[in-house]
């Protein structure tokens, strides 16, 4: 069985920062593009950053400039950094992965992880 399990997310004020981690756990073949999501109250699911097996990295518009993604492909691992933390990045945070196992790929997500930002 194939799990997500983030970790990282908390309080902050305007202005700070916090890492978020995501790691990857089951039986698993490979890991294709992985990425962070986010999904506040009373608004749509959207993506915040993803990252390729490779590296190239994608990035939502209001993002930009101020998170940053990465990967461990040693540890089936993703992670976003949110520094110039804003009131309007406060979302429950998902991690995502494209995994390929035996026979075919399927997307995975985690549970969630509270990111608040008070101003």
């Known amino acids: 069985q194939v799990q997500l399990v983030e970790s990282g997310g908390g309080l902050v004020q305007a202005g700070g920062s916090l890492r978020l981690s995501c790691a990857v756990s089951g039986r698993i073949f490979s890991i294709n593009v992985m990425g962070w999501y986010r999904q506040a109250p009373g608004k749509q699911r959207e993506l915040v950053a993803s990252i390729t097996t490779g590296g190239s990295t994608n990035y939502a518009d209001s993002v930009k400039g101020r998170f940053t993604i990465s990967r461990d492909n040693t540890q089936n691992a993703v992670y976003l950094q949110m520094t110039s933390l804003k009131p309007e990045d406060t979302a429950v945070y998902y991690c995502?992965?494209?995994?390929?196992?035996?026979?075919?790929?399927?997307?995975?997500w985690g549970q969630g992880t509270q990111v608040t930002v008070s101003s």
């Open positions: 995502s992965a494209n995994i390929r196992r035996l026979y075919s790929a399927s997307d995975y």
